[in-house]
């Protein structure tokens, strides 16, 4: 059973992917992060990840911008906060792809270079679907390069409208991402 932490647990988009676990056996939620503390959730909820002293396989945040603001030329967005050994996917087109951003030796953070902001996933794990292939698969674990392998299964469409409807950031506690598996 993969067993996961959410961090920004509260928030629209955290309590839909509790959702989607929940009808998912092999996935169980463990913890959540939020600032806001615990609410009425199934699994404990802690303001911030140095008071979490259990196991995970992954932690999971989102970012989202609303309403997928564009640029009239390609901007750069910086992920700091994200380790150079954690994995950045993005929301295209209803699926989960890995990202094409690049880890920044000089800036010390990963740089995407882009035209439309999006919604975003960031986990610490390679993320598969129930089939148990992983998005992974054409990318150096690192995340270094590719432009992104689709994961058709991942319940990622019911999660996109929503993301882009509610246009949440979850940046909760970007230390949260930072957890490494116990």
Not at 31 to 42: I, K, P, Q, S, T
Request: glycine letters at 10%; charged letters at 20%.
């Amino acid at each position: 059973m993969l067993k996961i932490i959410i961090s920004g647990c509260n928030g629209h988009m955290g309590r839909v992917v509790e959702s989607l676990c929940a009808n998912d056996p092999a996935v169980e939620v463990c913890a959540g992060f939020d600032v806001l503390g615990a609410a009425d959730r199934e699994f404990p909820v802690y303001t911030s990840p140095a008071q979490f002293a259990g196991e995970a396989d992954a932690v999971i945040d989102f970012l989202t911008f609303e309403g997928t603001p564009t640029f009239n030329s390609t901007a750069t967005m910086n992920f700091y906060g994200v380790e150079e050994d954690q994995i950045i996917y993005e929301m295209k087109n209803g699926r989960l792809t890995r990202s094409g951003a690049k880890w920044s030796e000089e800036n010390g953070s990963w740089e995407l270079k882009t035209r439309t902001l999006g919604s975003y996933v960031i986990s610490d794990q390679a993320l598969k679907s129930p089939a148990g292939n992983s998005t992974d698969d054409n990318n150096t674990n690192n995340g270094t390069g590719g432009t992104g392998v689709d994961n058709p299964e991942t319940g990622a469409g019911d999660v996109t409208g929503v993301a882009t409807a509610l246009a949440l950031a979850s940046l909760v506690s970007a230390a949260a991402v930072s957890l490494k598996k116990r």
